[in-house]
Structures are given as structure tokens and as C-alpha cells.
């Protein structure tokens, strides 16, 4: 069965840092991966979606990298705010659109 | 009004209580989910619906049920409800954004405590 993985302890970093976050999987190779944000007693958000032929995805301070040979996905939020404090899922796609596989998450603190 | 709507957000109950979680949504999507997140543990299917005669179980199925109502709506049930499934649950439902790609939009979640 597919596995996700991603660090369940809290990141903390300095505001005006970039914060890096890591997704790995094993198995099956993903059509594609999807970053979610989570905060507190809310529903996750969608962020951002990167292809398996697609190596880099960026939007404003976000950006994605997917390297299917290593398996991994790195998730990056560049100068850091308090704001982007949240905890931070990966989701892959192993069917063909038919459903998503989710990591546990990783909670991230930006301090001021 | 939010997309994707959930109602109980919050319900306490008994051990052996049947218990019916619902959900709505406005996106007009085929595609629907049933998700439970607990901690440490993300988030884990439980059924999808990809149109009103389509149910599929997911990956924990197992004490639960669900019903398609209609496109707009699928609702979760526990027929009899046990303390291991005191979790946060979540309805999805699936989409195109502008881009093309399928995404999920979520509810807000009904947080359920079996005692």
C-alpha cells in the first residue's frame, strides 16, 4: 500500500525565513501531488498542485519542487509570517484522479 | 454561505448510539468525500461518492455507512457508535479549479466524541 510521510514534529522558525517542508512516499508513483494548509478547527485549504512531469511549481511566496525519483516533494514558504503558521498536508493522487492519499502533516510555527 | 456545509459541527454521544453526520455542498461537483482526521494520523478515506448510484469504500469503511442523497448531498453514519471512532470528521468534494486540476474543498468538519 502507498505510505506518506511527512515530519510530524513542529517546524519553528524565525519570521523572514523560509520554512521547508518535506513529503516523501514510497510505492506507487503519483500523478501528481497537492499541498493543503490546515489551521486550527478548520477544513484543509488547497495550495498548490505540481504534475509528476513537473519539477517546480511557484505561486507568490510558495513553491513546490516533486522529484519522482527520490520520491519526494519539498514545500517551501519564503519570508515567513506569523501568519503562515498552520499545519502544512501533502496529498497524492496513486488512481488516476480517483481519490487522494494524505500524509500526516506537519505543523508549522513562524515566530515574530 | 460556505461550499461545502457540515452539520453537527460538534455532537457528543453514548456508546451503541446511532449517529448520522451530513453534509451539502453549492460547487455543483459529481465527486464526494467522507474523511476522518486524528491526530498524528492525517486524514483517512472512508467512503467517496462519485455520483448518486456510485458508493465506494475507502480505506477505513468499516462501522460506517453513507447515502447520496442527491448531488448536493452525502451524509456519514455510524450505525452504532464506539469510543474509537470519537474523531474529527470532514466532507470533500472534488473539482476542477481554472487550471484544470482536481482539488478537494472541504467542510469545516464535525468533531465527534462517542463516550
Known amino acids: 500500500s502507498q505510505k506518506i510521510e511527512q515530519n510530524s514534529e513542529a517546524l519553528n522558525i524565525q519570521e523572514g525565513k523560509t520554512a521547508t517542508l518535506t513529503c516523501n512516499y514510497t510505492n506507487y508513483s503519483p500523478a501528481y501531488l497537492q499541498w493543503y494548509r490546515q489551521d486550527p478547527g478548520r477544513g484543509p485549504v488547497f495550495l498548490l498542485l505540481i504534475r509528476e512531469n513537473e519539477k517546480e511549481k511557484r505561486k507568490e511566496r510558495l513553491k513546490v519542487t516533486f522529484d519522482t525519483t527520490l520520491k519526494q516533494s519539498l514545500f517551501h514558504i519564503t519570508a515567513s509570517q506569523p501568519a503562515d503558521s498552520a499545519t502544512y498536508l501533502c496529498?497524492?493522487?496513486?488512481?488516476?484522479?480517483?481519490?487522494?492519499?494524505f500524509g500526516g502533516g506537519t505543523r508549522l510555527m513562524v515566530k515574530p | 454561505d460556505a461550499d461545502v456545509t457540515q452539520t453537527p459541527r460538534n455532537r457528543i454521544t453514548k456508546t451503541g448510539k446511532r449517529i448520522m453526520l451530513e453534509c451539502s455542498q453549492t460547487k455543483g461537483h459529481d465527486r464526494m468525500y467522507w474523511y476522518r482526521q486524528d491526530p498524528g494520523l492525517g486524514l483517512r478515506l472512508i467512503y467517496y461518492s462519485f455520483d448518486v448510484k456510485d458508493i465506494n469504500k475507502g480505506e477505513i469503511s468499516d462501522g460506517y455507512s453513507v447515502s447520496r442523497q442527491a448531488q448536493a448531498k452525502f451524509s456519514l453514519s455510524l450505525e452504532s457508535a464506539i469510543p474509537n471512532q470519537t474523531a474529527l470528521y470532514f466532507c470533500?468534494?472534488?473539482?476542477?479549479?481554472?487550471?484544470?486540476?482536481?482539488?478537494?474543498?472541504f467542510g469545516a468538519g464535525s468533531r465527534l466524541t462517542v463516550l
Open positions: 470533500a468534494t472534488r473539482g476542477p479549479t481554472n487550471s484544470g486540476a482536481n482539488v478537494l474543498t
Open positions: 496529498a497524492l493522487d496513486f488512481n488516476a484522479g480517483n481519490m487522494l492519499t
